[in-house]
């Protein structure tokens, strides 16, 4: 086993050493995190397992679809102008009988039988070109089958709800689930109205990911307006938020045997899992056996004022 000498060893440099210094108190410790944490820029690249994912065959799938509806109208285009062609061709072939008053003109000989021919090609081309489009019209079924078999076959889900938690890192309170009927077209704006609503007035710092909705330029001026400090986690690290990833993993099996068949009955379980939660004793919390609630106000006492701050 071949390894470099221990004097070219280097212990790589990452924003969370500012907490390992006894001598910074939480606060300048977690502004010297947010110093060191350099912003991540460019696009995301997606993980290989993706490709296997059931989102992955999902748009695929919608993908699929799209394409055999394009072809559709594509084909329905075709044969408008086939049709025209062909009545356009129908006209002129066909003969027009003489008025009454219209005297009658001698024939050229051979003209009605090149007439008859031309009208027995122009019918025959018709008749192979409607032949033609019941074969397309039973392939265009076919595919349309093997789609839908799929996409029975695969759970997709046609409408999202999206769940905003907020807890508190000291006390794990949890301080309310906001519900939004718009699934994955929450915006930005969306998550700050909610959070004006929830957020103590004394908050300090915030710890969120780097989701789109936490780095837009609104929810900056929320953290101006509010007076606290954003922290934002490093990408691909959600052990940097373990209490709140704990409680993701919480609420998902609390509600694994649950059933809802709309957004309000959602939320009546979110309301009941909220009681619960910060009612039921933690092993988490410095001191064993207390729930969130009675937690938090005790560290509200002016004993215990230095533990109060809002993560």
Same mark, same amino acid.
């Given at each position: 086993?071949?390894?470099?000498?221990?004097?070219?060893?280097?212990?790589?440099?990452?924003?969370?050493?500012?907490?390992?210094?006894?001598?910074?108190?939480?606060?300048?410790?977690?502004?010297?995190?947010?110093?060191?944490?350099?912003?991540?820029?460019?696009?995301?690249?997606?993980?290989?397992? &993706?490709?296997?994912?059931? @989102? %992955? =065959?999902? $748009?695929? /799938? !919608?993908? &699929?679809?799209?394409?055999? @509806? %394009? =072809?559709? $109208?594509? /084909? !329905?285009?075709?044969?408008?102008?086939?049709? %025209?062609?062909?009545?356009?061709? !129908?006209?002129?072939?066909?003969?027009?009988?003489?008025?009454?008053?219209?005297?009658?003109?001698?024939?050229?000989?051979?003209?009605?039988?090149?007439?008859?021919?031309?009208?027995?090609?122009?019918?025959?081309?018709?008749?192979?070109?409607?032949?033609?489009?019941?074969?397309?019209?039973?392939?265009?079924?076919?595919?349309?089958?093997?789609?839908?078999?799929?996409?029975?076959?695969?759970?997709?889900?046609?409408?999202?709800?999206?769940?905003?938690?907020?807890?508190?890192?000291?006390?794990?309170?949890?301080?309310?689930?906001?519900?939004?009927?718009?699934?994955?077209?929450?915006?930005?704006?969306?998550?700050?109205?909610?959070?004006?609503?929830?957020?103590?007035?004394?908050?300090?710092?915030?710890?969120?990911?780097?989701?789109?909705?936490?780095?837009?330029?609104?929810?900056?001026?929320?953290?101006?307006?509010?007076?606290?400090?954003?922290?934002?986690?490093?990408?691909?690290?959600?052990?940097?938020?373990?209490?709140?990833?704990?409680?993701?993993?919480?609420?998902?099996?609390?509600?694994?045997?649950?059933?809802?068949?709309?957004?309000?009955?959602?939320?009546?379980?979110?309301?009941?899992?909220?009681?619960?939660?910060?009612?039921?004793?933690?092993?988490?919390?410095?001191?064993?056996?207390?729930?969130?609630?009675?937690?938090?106000?005790?560290?509200?006492?002016?004993?215990?004022?230095?533990?109060?701050?809002?993560?």
């Amino acid at each position: 086993m071949i390894e470099r000498p221990l004097e070219d060893k280097q212990e790589p440099i990452y924003p969370g050493q500012a907490f390992a210094d006894s001598d910074l108190s939480y606060a300048e410790a977690m502004h010297r995190f947010v110093e060191n944490s350099a912003p991540i820029s460019g696009a995301r690249k997606a993980k290989p397992s &993706e490709k296997s994912s059931k @989102r %992955a =065959k999902a $748009r695929q /799938l !919608r993908l &699929e679809q799209a394409d055999l @509806r %394009a =072809k559709k $109208r594509c /084909l !329905r285009q075709i044969r408008q102008a086939e049709d %025209a062609v062909w009545k356009k061709q !129908r006209d002129e072939i066909r003969e027009k009988p003489l008025s009454p008053d219209q005297p009658k003109r001698r024939a050229k000989r051979g003209s009605g039988k090149r007439q008859a021919e031309k009208r027995q090609i122009v019918r025959e081309q018709r008749r192979q070109q409607l032949d033609l489009r019941k074969q397309e019209d039973q392939q265009a079924y076919l595919d349309r089958q093997n789609l839908r078999e799929r996409m029975n076959l695969l759970p997709l889900v046609s409408a999202w709800i999206a769940i905003l938690l907020v807890t508190d890192n000291c006390s794990r309170q949890c301080l309310g689930l906001p519900l939004f009927v718009a699934g994955s077209h929450v915006t930005a704006e969306m998550v700050v109205a909610a959070l004006r609503a929830l957020l103590p007035a004394n908050l300090q710092f915030l710890i969120s990911d780097r989701g789109v909705h936490f780095t837009a330029q609104i929810f900056q001026q929320l953290a101006a307006d509010e007076n606290f400090l954003h922290v934002l986690i490093a990408r691909h690290r959600p052990q940097s938020n373990g209490i709140a990833e704990r409680f993701v993993r919480t609420l998902k099996e609390w509600l694994a045997d649950k059933t809802w068949a709309s957004d309000e009955e959602l939320l009546i379980l979110l309301d009941a899992f909220l009681l619960e939660y910060n009612d039921r004793p933690h092993q988490g919390l410095p001191t064993p056996g207390l729930s969130p609630n009675e937690y938090a106000k005790r560290i509200q006492k002016p004993a215990l004022s230095s533990c109060s701050s809002f993560t």
